[in-house]
């Protein structure tokens, strides 16, 4: 089975790659914004009808596979 989503007359499968990189690459991500970024990106995307299917955070960036409706 595949994780395509259908409706009547279309089916689609639309994720997107997203990394998030701070300025100079600065370590900063990985001490004091640690647990305070995983609520908050996922609360993002329910705002724009997206989904977080699966999300890394590395001492210098963040890795997002993001799945959006056909919108």
Sequence with gaps: MTDSQR???????CKYHVVFIPKYR???LFAAL???LGP??????RHK???VEEGHLRPDHVHMLLSISSK
């Design 7 to 13: 409706l009547q007359h279309t089916l689609w499968e």
């Design 26 to 28: 600065r370590k900063v």
């Design 34 to 36: 640690r647990k305070d």
């Design 40 to 45: 908050v990106f996922r609360e993002l995307a």
């Design 49 to 51: 009808a997206c989904r």
